[in-house]
């Protein structure tokens, strides 16, 4: 069965970047067809995708992002990696990373079989 793990700062200052880590337990990040996905959720608010990596190194950002973040992957690990840079107030969320397919790396928002716990971070001076 596969799990995934989030990790995270916590808590980063504004205009930092913000860096998570996904550990895969269970499962490899290149068996054919999954992605892996980056999701958050603002205190209050509903879910927002972020961006995925599939299981051949593709990846796929939502554009609302403007650039800022940035998905990598060690596969010697099975570990997924995001980048937030240039962090605001507005980007305190808990942040899951979950298990999808190809049609989850292009930004639906169904389909996951797999979430992490998910975590918190706040950013704040």
């Known amino acids: 069965q596969v799990q995934l793990q989030e990790s995270g700062p916590g808590l980063v200052k504004p205009s930092q970047t913000l860096s998570l880590n996904c550990v895969v337990s269970?499962?490899?990040?290149?068996?054919?067809?999954?992605?892996w996905t980056w999701i958050r959720q603002p205190p209050g608010k509903g879910l927002e995708w972020m961006g995925a990596?599939?299981?051949?190194?593709?990846?796929y950002y939502n554009t609302s992002l403007n650039s800022r973040a940035f998905i990598s992957r060690d596969t010697s690990k099975d570990q997924f990696s995001l980048q937030l840079s240039s962090v605001t107030p507005e980007d305190t969320a808990t942040y899951y990373c979950?298990?999808?397919?190809?049609?989850?790396?292009?930004?639906?928002?169904?389909?996951?079989?797999?979430w992490g716990q998910g975590t918190l971070v706040t950013v704040s001076s």
């Open positions: 979950a298990r999808g397919t190809t049609t989850q790396a292009m930004g639906a928002m169904w389909g996951y079989d797999t």
């Open positions: 990596i599939t299981f051949d190194g593709t990846t």
């Open positions: 269970g499962g490899s990040i290149t068996t054919s067809y999954y992605s």
